[in-house]
Each structure stands twice: as C-alpha cells, then as structure tokens.
C-alpha cells in the first residue's frame, strides 16, 4: 500500500489555517473494489481554521 501527503499552516489576519491532504492506492485493499471500477487511488482533503477561541473543521 503507498500513501503519501502533505499538510500546510498559514497564521494570518487573526486566524490560522491549517491543510492536510492525503493520497493512497487503498481502493486496492478494500474487499469491495467495485464500488469505483478502474480507479486505483482515493484523496482527502481536510480544512481547519482557528479565530480565537473558534474552531471550525471540515473535509472538502
């Protein structure tokens, strides 16, 4: 199995923002891998901002 990602912090205007991206071949471990015929690898993206006391976070 290969993963691979990457992860980004900005600290501006009053906020930090931070990016993580991850990328895998998983599909090809998963005992259904015809949910997706032809593919061989999946993303995700999650995003998370700070202001404050604030804290929002989602996947994109």
Do not use: Y
């Amino acid at each position: 199995m290969f993963i691979t990602g990457r992860s980004e912090v900005e600290k501006a205007h009053g906020r930090i923002e931070a990016r993580r991206c991850v990328a895998s071949d998983v599909l090809t471990r998963w005992q259904q891998p015809m949910i997706w015929p032809g593919k061989r690898s999946i993303v995700a993206v999650e995003f998370t901002r700070e202001i404050g006391d604030s804290r929002n976070r989602a996947p994109v």
